[in-house]
């Protein structure tokens, strides 16, 4: 049972620095590209972050690519988003995601949920102003 845990999220003021972590379980970890996606209340989800299964290529989002850092270990099966400079526009739940190298290698599949195929359960971010 493939199971992807997230944690270190929690309620921050404009201008600080969260780290994301997300433990993958249950599947071959280095076979999968990772990523972050976020869903703002009442909105859908958005892509943040990729990275590719050896951690050599990342991709991330325009509104964030100066501020956030996306990471792994696969000696550890963990993922990281290490996110500076927070703005009350980042406040979401955040998730993370496993993706077979079959889809990562189309590139825009890559930034599309329904192209994952494991999800977490999501941890809350919350920036205020």
């Known amino acids: 049972q493939v199971q992807l845990v997230e944690s270190g999220g929690g309620l921050v003021q404009a201008g600080d620095s969260l780290k994301l972590s997300c433990a993958a379980s249950g599947l071959t970890f280095s076979g999968y590209a990772m990523a972050w996606f976020r869903q703002a209340s009442g909105k859908e989800r958005e892509f943040v972050a990729t990275?590719?299964?050896?951690?050599?290529?990342?991709t991330l989002t325009n509104s964030v690519k100066d501020r956030f850092t996306i990471s792994r270990d696969n000696a550890k099966n963990t993922v990281t988003l290490q996110m500076n400079n927070l703005k009350p526009e980042d406040t979401a739940v955040y998730y993370c995601a496993a993706q077979s190298l079959r889809y990562y290698n189309n590139y825009s599949k890559r930034v599309e949920p329904d192209w994952f195929n494991y999800w977490g359960q999501g941890t809350q971010v919350t920036v205020s102003s």
């Open positions: 990275i590719s299964w050896s951690g050599d290529s990342t």
